[in-house]
């Protein structure tokens, strides 16, 4: 991966940091974004601490809105001159309703929305990098998720757990046509479920927050669950491997809930109006 140019979103905390980690050990040159100068910077230190040739470049940059996704992408295009790797890690669980100011739902707008819109606002610059290869950050629970077009995008169905499950099968609904679209290009788009992973990822308060920090101490560790997204992102043998799901570093089918052509058309219309593409 020497001088790979590989970015990372949410690269400040959990499997994100591992992955920016991993991946400098690799000797990539590792652009790590972070919606919070200081978090962000104290990551790359601590990186730095225990890898001091790693080759780390923070970018400040929040996927919770349409315009500052675009911001994000146009600080990417002007900095990076080539981009080999992306990885949409950035993730949250929102276990409360809240609108950003675009009026979507905080869980759709940056488990789905955002990755989309950086897919197709890097993906000229990735093509003119090519070999390149995105990875999105998915989640197997995507299994479990329901998606109402008139409802999901809004929070008008929002539900502490499903709302998680329905954002991140936006995603897996799309990933057929992305794959589709970047067919030859020298550009792939695979998923990845990494594993279940003790982070910050879900956090609540009150008894039921002390109690899930008890049962993550049984989870797996960041770094456990940086391996899978990392391998999708620079093993050579998957560099023709396109529009795949994986678990872990298991290729499954997507499963039937997300092979819904139809509504995964309309998904893509809309998320391109939304996203403003
Ligand atoms: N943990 C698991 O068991 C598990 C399982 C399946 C899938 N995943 C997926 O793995 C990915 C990483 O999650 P994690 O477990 O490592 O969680 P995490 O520790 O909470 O990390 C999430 C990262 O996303 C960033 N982020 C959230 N909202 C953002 C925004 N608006 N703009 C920019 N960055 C934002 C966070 O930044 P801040 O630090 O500023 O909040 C943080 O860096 C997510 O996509 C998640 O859905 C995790």
């Known amino acids: 991966m020497k001088d790979r140019v590989c970015v ?23 652009v790590l974004i ?16 225990s ?7 923070l970018v400040v940059g929040d996927v919770g809105s349409v315009a500052s996704t675009h911001q994000l992408a146009q600080t990417l295009l002007d900095r990076c001159p080539q981009i080999h790797v992306l990885i949409n890690n950035a993730g949250i669980w929102p276990t409360k309703k809240r ?14 929305l955002a990755p989309f819109m950086l897919n197709q606002l890097l993906q000229e610059r990735l093509k003119a990098s090519a070999p390149a290869r995105i990875v999105n950050v998915s989640a197997g629970l995507y299994v479990n998720g329901r998606v109402d077009l008139q409802k999901t995008p809004y929070g008008h169905d929002f539900h502490p757990i499903r709302t998680y499950a329905s954002t991140k099968l936006c995603n897996v609904l799309c990933l057929p046509l992305e794959a589709a679209r970047l067919a030859d290009s020298g550009v792939t788009i695979n998923a990845v479920h990494p ?27 960041p770094e456990q669950g940086a391996i899978a997204p990392v391998w999708l992102a ?5 560099v023709n491997t396109n529009g795949r799901y994986f678990n872990e570093k298991e290729e499954i089918p997507i499963g039937e809930i997300a092979s819904n052509a139809e509504l995964a058309a309309q998904l893509w219309q809309l998320s391109t109006q939304l996203g403003k593409l």
């Open 195 to 221: 594993g279940v992973i003790n982070t910050k990822l879900g956090t609540m308060r009150g008894p039921l927050g002390w109690l899930m920090k008890l049962v993550k101490r049984s989870w797996a560790t």
């Open 34 to 49: 972070s919606r919070d100068k200081v978090r962000g910077e104290t990551a790359v230190q601590e990186i730095r601490h």
């Open 99 to 112: 609108l950003n100011v675009d009026g979507l739902e905080e869980g759709f707008m940056v488990n789905h």
């Open 234 to 238: 620079t093993a050579p043998e998957l």
């Open 51 to 57: 890898l001091p040739q790693a080759q780390i470049e």
């Open 8 to 30: 990372v979103t949410g690269g400040n905390a959990g499997i994100g940091r591992a992955m920016v980690q991993a991946l400098a050990q690799q000797q990539a040159q590792v």
